[in-house]
């Protein structure tokens, strides 16, 4: 079993910064990867940015491309989603999840195996 453990949401003005934390802890694995996705009132569950676990390959949704970094602390098993410039419509619920095993399909969340609890994000206009 894996236990993940976000923290860092709230409210934040427009054009504003976060820093969303995720603490891994259980069983290990060097392999797979880790991803953040957001969920809105109303709508499905989107990706936002994966890291793969081995290489540091990271890959993030067009819409968060260019002001989110996805990072981790292998010390601390923590993987962190800073978001810079942050729009109304960046406010949802963000999770991060985990995957084992590396999948090329890392933007669907029915792939992955293991998830917080999520951390609410609101951005105001």
């Known amino acids: 079993q894996v236990q993940l453990v976000e923290s860092g949401g709230g409210l934040v003005q427009a054009g504003g910064s976060l820093r969303l934390s995720c603490a891994a802890s259980?069983?290990?694995?060097?392999?797979?990867?880790m991803g953040w996705f957001r969920q809105a009132p109303g709508k499905e569950r989107e990706f936002v940015a994966v890291?793969?676990?081995?290489?540091?390959?990271?890959y993030y949704a067009d819409s968060v491309k260019g002001r989110f970094t996805i990072s981790r602390d292998n010390a601390k098993n923590t993987v962190y989603l800073q978001m810079n410039s942050l729009k109304p419509e960046d406010t949802a619920v963000y999770y991060c999840?985990?995957?084992?095993?590396?999948?090329?399909?890392?933007?669907?969340?029915?792939?992955?195996?293991?998830w917080g609890q999520g951390t609410q994000v609101t951005v105001s206009s």
């Open positions: 999840a985990r995957r084992m095993g590396w999948t090329i399909t890392f933007y669907n969340h029915r792939n992955y195996d293991y």
């Open positions: 259980g069983r290990t694995s060097s392999s797979g990867a």
């Open positions: 890291m793969r676990w081995s290489g540091d390959s990271t």
